[in-house]
């Protein structure tokens, strides 16, 4: 059975790093199951980007409701992993650690 990946990136734009990671977690799908938690907005980019099987959650644009709402995604849903992509989502994520989750 392959093993869960919770990806938190709060917002997914087309910069130039953020292609590399789509590139990375594209790959990583084909040995894991990929859960991607992201604002609403994200969906503009991510329907072209990423492979057609991942599973999104989309939360709230306002800064707020997207962290209150991540951070209950991130406790609530089952993962092996949690992948952090940007720095603020570097904070939530070690609030997780509470509940002995790997973050990478």
Partial sequence: MRKVILVYWPKIRFGGLEKSFIR???????????KIIC???SRNYS???FNKNLKFFYVNNSRIL???ESLYLLLVEKSDMIFAIQKDSLKICLLTKLINKKII
């Fill in 24 to 34: 990375y977690i594209n790959f990583l799908f084909w040995f894991y199951f990929i």
């Fill in 39 to 41: 604002d609403k907005e």
């Fill in 47 to 49: 329907n072209n980007l």
């Fill in 66 to 68: 997207r962290v209150s």
